[in-house]
C-alpha cells in the first residue's frame, strides 16, 4: 500500500477525491512547472547555501532517502540536516531542515511566501507527527519564509531576506486530532474508486487542484446566470458606441506598451526587494494619425538587471507626445515607477510617461461584450472576439505572461541551448508583439465603434 506522505496528506485535506486520483490515476507525467514552483526550488537552494550542512540525496527515491537517513541518525545525526526523509507506518515525509540549535531539536519548514499561511499549519504538523512517532525528536517547529521587507543592499549580503516563524504551539494544538484524519486519508487512498466528491470552493483553495480538466469534463458550462454583469447575464453581443468616445479624443501618435516582468523570492539585482514585479521584456506598438504603424520590442536576458538599458531603449522609441495605452494599465504605472525608482537619470521622463497611461482595460468593460468571453475581459477572452487570427493558442511555447517568465528563466539559468534557445527567444518576442499588437486592434476596432 503507498504511503501518505506530506503532499498526499494536504492533497486529501483539500479533496479527498483529488488524494485518490494522485495516488490511483495520475495525471500523465508531464513537465509540469509554475512560477510559484520556481521560486520555491530558488528559496530552497538559498537556504541550503545559509545553513550549510549534510543533504539526504532525493534523486534515488523515498526508500533509498529513508536509509540514508537512518545511517546518519545511527551515526549521531548533523547540527543542520537538509531533506531528512522518515517514515512510520505508513506514513512517510521529509523535512526541509532539522537543526540542532543550544540542545534544542528544531524542524523548520522552508516556504518561498512572505507570511505564515493557515495551510503551513498542517503542513508543519503532520511532519511533526511522523517524526515524532518514529522517535526523531522535536523540540520546536519553525517556519523558514521570505522576508518581503528586505532590500538587496550589496550583491551576495541576504542578511534578513528570511524570517523563521516559531509554530510550535499551533502545531502542538493541532497535533491531537491530526493522527486519526492522517489514518482517514490512508483508507481514502486504498477506496476502490474515487470518492464522489462535487467540484467547489475546494477545487481552488488553499491550491488550484491540478484536476480541475478532469473533473469538469461532462460538467455543465460555468452557469453566468447570477454574474453580476447584467450583459452577461443576457449572453448577448453588446456594444456600446457612446462609451468608447474618449478613444477618438486621444492625441496621435498612440502608443501601445506591454511590460513583461518577473517576481524573484530571493533577489538578485542590487536595490531590488523580494517579489518586485522586474521588467525584463517590453513590446511597443506606435501608430500615427496616418494609420502608418511601427514597432520596438526589447529583451534582456543576459542583460537582466540593466535597467537603465532596458528604459533608455524604451525611452528612445516611445514618442514624446500622443497618447500611451496599455490593458490593466497599474501594471505598466507600477513597472514604470519601479524603473523610474531605480534609474533616477531617467524618472522625469518615465513618470512623465506614466502620466500619459490610459487604460483600455476599463473602457473595454464599458463598451463591449461579447458571449464567447464567458465573463472575462482579459485581453486573451476579448481578443479572439474581435480578431480571429490573433488567437494566443496558436502562439509556440510562450501564451501568456506566465509562460514568459518561465522561458526567460529556463533561458537565463542556461537550461536550453542552440536552436531550443533561438526558438524559445522567438516565442518570447512573438508573445509580447503579439499583446500590444492585439491593443492596436483593440483599440481600432473600439474607435471604430465609437
Ligand atoms: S477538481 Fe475539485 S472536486 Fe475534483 S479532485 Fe480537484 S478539488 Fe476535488
Known amino acids: ?3 501518505l506522505t506530506k503532499s498526499r496528506f494536504m492533497a486529501g485535506r483539500q479533496c479527498a477525491k483529488r488524494l485518490w486520483f494522485e495516488v490511483n490515476d495520475p495525471l500523465e507525467a508531464h513537465a509540469a512547472d509554475s512560477m510559484p514552483l520556481r521560486q520555491g526550488r530558488a528559496f530552497d537552494e538559498f537556504v541550503r547555501a545559509l545553513w550549510p550542512g549534510r543533504v539526504i540525496a532525493r534523486g534515488r527515491g523515498m526508500p533509498a532517502a529513508i536509509a540514508e537517513t537512518s545511517r546518519v541518525f545511527a551515526a549521531g545525526g548533523a547540527p543542520v540536516l537538509h531533506q531528512a526523509a522518515v517514515r512510520h507506518g505508513d506514513f512517510a515525509v521529509i523535512a526541509d531542515v532539522l537543526r540542532r540549535d543550544r540542545g534544542e531539536s528544531q524542524l523548520i519548514e522552508v516556504k518561498a511566501s512572505t507570511s505564515v499561511k493557515p495551510e503551513h499549519l498542517p503542513d508543519a504538523a503532520f511532519q511533526a507527527l511522523v517524526m515524532r512517532s518514529a522517535q526523531v525528536a522535536v523540540d520546536r517547529v519553525l517556519l523558514g519564509h521570505v522576508n518581503n521587507q528586505f532590500t ?3 550583491a551576495g549580503e541576504f542578511d534578513g531576506l528570511l524570517v523563521e516563524a516559531d509554530l510550535t504551539p499551533q502545531v502542538e494544538a493541532l497535533l491531537p486530532t ?4 492522517a489514518v482517514a486519508l490512508h483508507r481514502v487512498m486504498a477506496l476502490r474508486a474515487a470518492p464522489d466528491v462535487a467540484m467547489g470552493p475546494q477545487c481552488h483553495s488553499p491550491y ?3 484536476f480541475i480538466e478532469r473533473c469538469a469534463r461532462g460538467a455543465a458550462p460555468a452557469d453566468l446566470s447570477t454574474h453580476r454583469d447584467e450583459r452577461v ?3 448577448a453581443v453588446f456594444l456600446d458606441r457612446g462609451a468608447a468616445a474618449e478613444l477618438r479624443e486621444a492625441p496621435y501618435p498612440h502608443s501601445f506598451l506591454d511590460f513583461e516582468t518577473i517576481a524573484l523570492a530571493v533577489p538578485e539585482v542590487v536595490g531590488t526587494r523580494p517579489y518586485e514585479q522586474l521588467p525584463f521584456q517590453w513590446s511597443l506598438h506606435v501608430e500615427q494619425a496616418s494609420g502608418e504603424v511601427s514597432h520596438g520590442e526589447y529583451l534582456a536576458i543576459e542583460a537582466f538587471g540593466d535597467f537603465d538599458a532596458l528604459a533608455s531603449a524604451l525611452l528612445e522609441v516611445v514618442p514624446a507626445q500622443g497618447s500611451v495605452f496599455a490593458y490593466n494599465a497599474g501594471f505598466e504605472a507600477r513597472a514604470l515607477a519601479l524603473l523610474a525608482r ?5 524618472a522625469t521622463r518615465l513618470h512623465a510617461l506614466a502620466a500619459r497611461l490610459i487604460d483600455l482595460l476599463p473602457i473595454t468593460r464599458r463598451a463591449y461584450y461579447h458571449p464567447r468571453m464567458q465573463g472575462s475581459w482579459s485581453l486573451k477572452a476579448v481578443i479572439p472576439t474581435i480578431a480571429p487570427d490573433l488567437a494566443y493558442g496558436e502562439l509556440a511555447d510562450v501564451r501568456d505572461g506566465e509562460g514568459a517568465q518561465l522561458a526567460f528563466l529556463d533561458l537565463r539559468e542556461g537550461r536550453v541551448d542552440g536552436s531550443r534557445r533561438a526558438a524559445l527567444t522567438k516565442a518570447m518576442l512573438d508573445y509580447c508583439r503579439q499583446d500590444t499588437w492585439s ?12
Open 439 to 450: 491593443l492596436v486592434q483593440l483599440a481600432r476596432f473600439l474607435s471604430a465603434a465609437a
Open 342 to 346: 531605480l534609474c533616477p537619470a531617467h
Open 178 to 181: 491530526l493522527g486519526e484524519q
Open 1 to 3: 500500500m503507498a504511503w
Open 208 to 210: 488550484d487542484c491540478p
Open 152 to 154: 538587496l543592499e550589496r
Open 233 to 235: 447575464r443576457a449572453g
